[in-house]
């Protein structure tokens, strides 16, 4: 009990510094206040990251030239395109040149950026292999290493989301194909239909056809029965035949017949003869009347009518002369057509022969005009027959007709081919893969939070420096030296401790931690720069606040770690972090560190070396002209640490 009694006479003890010092009571507040302003600001600006996604900018260029697929356009990076634009998942902007949003993404301008390569609708639709369509994911991990990781896992949901669109519209093409071949299954069971009513007139004109024939064959029957009774006829036929024969005339008369135009030329060859006798009568006395003509001119009295009358002889002599010229040539004429009759009544003799040969034989074969009439009544009939058997034929042929128009619909309402889906069964299942371009590659998780923890390191290590001194006081003898004077003497130890924890960081990065960095110059000089500034701003704070400026620092470390963009994109925290966020210098450290250690953000460390020492600048002007410095006596001038036994 008596234990119980003495801790609460020393708690009550305590409890009179509150009386005795009332800032003390401030204090404490401000002791049981901050761990819960450090949770709430550290908390909140990472409570839900998902809600502000639409904030980080990020680029899309969609390069997808389409194609055309079993007769449509198609074009899926516009499909998906516009998808991520509804969506709105992250602050896409638009760009037309891949190499101008991959510049924007390594300068830090953009988180990162979708890049829809000009043949991803050609690779991706066909299914002929799987992954054919690529996404091209371009961020830098060494800019920020948890934007990458979210880079990363949205084009991994961005490729299955859009296998699943692609999926559902090859189902829809297969469903569209289903719908149409019911169409075609309407259209074969009409021509089937066709097909069985042409094949029931068929049926019909066969029957016809076939009481056709059967007429024919009736009508054959009976023509073989008028073809007997023919031959009776011609027999008749011969019987006539024979009397003509009986009546022709006989060989003796034919043979005088033959043998007269030989007689008649004889005569005609002795008339020729007898005629030119009495053209050389009438040709001598045409010479003698000449002569009695020239002779009778010199008779006294009579000698003139005496020549007259020769010469009118002489003249009737001539006229006689070419008569019998004249006589002679139509004898010679006739004679010719003697002849010729001769010929000719010998083929006739002849003629009359064979004919008579001919009679004879045909009269065996000439029926009688009653059977001539029995065999065109049998033609008769065979006619008939035909006839039906024509009529049949043409039922046939209409059938036959009807027939072929039905299987010709049936073969059009067939399809040709049944169009399967392309590819394989994988490239159709997995036609999307997001390829990952890395630029300013980060090795490991923990190469990736490297920045962001050695700030804090850094601020700590600052922080912890400034428990070793009283930043408010100095010697009494420095109070003639001047503002600028008094703060290059104070910071003098802890700069160069600051600068110390800068190069024992940088060693056990290197050494202990193993991590790769890509710029070592340049990686000392950014941790160097920044331990200094942390310490000015830490000194500024303390002087201008006092001890209040002590919770002011830790409150700022919170504040900064919360809108640095240090672990997450401060676009994901939003509201106020990602307003602050350029004003901190947190967030200029922290890309200098990713630039020097990663080659992040293009290499560009000079504009953030700038803004550290502007930073680091204004604090230093602060802490030299804002709040009042305490001169203590040497034995007061003391580290602000107590130690046992000094």
């Not at 296998?163 to 829809?172: F, G, M």
């Not at 006798?277 to 000698?303: C, F, H, W, Y």
């Amino acid at each position: 009990m008596r234990v119980l009694r003495d801790a609460i006479a020393i708690f009550r003890m305590e409890m009179t510094l509150f009386t005795r010092f009332p800032k003390l009571k401030v204090s404490t507040i401000g002791v049981i206040i901050i761990p819960a302003l450090y949770a709430l600001i550290y908390l909140s600006s990472v409570q839900d990251p998902g809600a502000h996604t639409g904030d980080l900018k990020a680029a899309l260029v969609n390069l997808d030239q389409g194609l055309h697929y079993r007769g449509q356009d198609v074009n899926v990076g516009q499909e998906v395109a516009a998808s991520i634009r509804e969506r709105q998942t992250f602050g896409f902007v638009d760009y037309l040149e891949e190499d101008e949003a991959k510049r924007a993404v390594r300068q830090g301008r953009l988180a990162f950026a979708l890049i829809i390569p000009s043949d991803f609708s050609a690779n991706a639709v066909p299914g002929q292999a799987a992954a054919g369509g690529r996404l091209v994911m371009y961020v830098s991990e060494g800019n920020n290493y948890n934007g990458a990781q979210i880079a990363k896992r949205f084009a991994a949901e961005l490729g299955h989301q859009v296998n699943i669109n692609l999926n559902e519209n090859r189902w829809s093409l297969v469903l569209t194909n289903v719908t149409g071949s019911r169409d075609k299954l309407t259209e074969l069971r009409k021509g089937v239909a066709t097909l069985n009513d042409g094949a029931q007139k068929l049926d019909a004109g066969l029957a016809k056809a076939d009481s056709g024939s059967k007429t024919l064959a009736s009508g054959a029957d009976g023509l073989g029965h008028a073809v007997v009774q023919l031959t009776d006829g011609v027999k008749q036929l011969g019987t006539g035949l024979r009397t003509m024969d009986q009546q022709r005339p006989s060989a003796h008369d034919l043979a005088a017949l033959k043998t007269a135009p030989a007689e008649l030329l004889s005569g005609h060859t002795s008339l020729s003869h007898g005629l030119q006798d009495l053209q050389n009568g009438a040709q001598e006395l045409t010479d003698a009347s000449i002569r009695m003509r020239d002779e009778t001119k010199a008779i006294p009295l009579v000698g003139t009518r005496l020549s007259e009358g020769a010469s009118q002889l002489g003249d009737g002599a001539a006229l006689l002369g070419a008569g019998i010229q004249s006589a002679r040539l139509g004898q010679a004429q006739l004679a010719d057509g003697t002849q010729k009759l001769g010929a000719g009544t010998a083929k006739l003799v002849d003629g009359m022969v064979a004919l008579g040969g001919g009679i004879h034989t045909a009269a065996s074969k000439v029926p009688e005009d009653a059977k001539l009439d029995e065999l065109a009544s049998a033609s008769r009939t065979v006619g008939a027959g035909a006839h039906d058997l024509r009529q049949g034929l043409g039922q046939l042929k209409s059938g036959s007709k009807e027939l072929t128009l039905g299987l010709d619909l049936l073969n059009h309402s067939l399809p040709r081919d049944v169009q399967a889906p392309e590819g394989s069964a994988r490239g159709l299942a997995d036609s999307v893969e997001p390829v990952i371009e890395i630029v300013a590659p980060v090795p490991n998780n923990g190469a990736g939070f490297a920045p962001n923890f050695l700030a804090t390191s850094l601020w700590l290590g600052a922080v912890m420096s400034a428990f070793l001194f009283h930043l408010r006081r100095l010697p009494l003898a420095a109070s003639t030296a001047s503002r600028p004077a008094r703060l290059l003497g104070k910071l003098g130890i802890l700069g160069a401790v600051v600068v110390a924890q800068a190069m024992v960081i940088m060693l056990m990065s290197l050494f202990l931690l193993e991590i790769s960095v890509a710029h070592l110059g340049p990686y000392a000089l950014t941790l160097v720069i920044s331990s200094l500034t942390f310490l000015t701003i830490i000194v500024a704070l303390t002087r201008a606040f006092g001890d209040a400026g002590k919770a002011a620092v830790l409150l700022l470390m919170v504040l900064q770690l919360s809108s640095a963009g240090g672990v997450l994109p401060v676009e994901l925290s939003g509201g106020i972090y990602q307003t602050v966020s350029p004003w901190l210098p947190f967030t200029w450290v922290i890309k200098a560190l990713r630039v020097t250690m990663f080659g992040a953000f293009d290499g560009d460390s000079l504009s953030a070396w700038l803004v550290i020492g502007l930073i680091g600048t204004i604090a230093w002007l602060a802490a030299c002209f804002v709040g009042r410095w305490q001169f203590v006596s040497t034995e007061e001038h003391r580290p602000a640490m107590e130690f046992e036994g000094v």
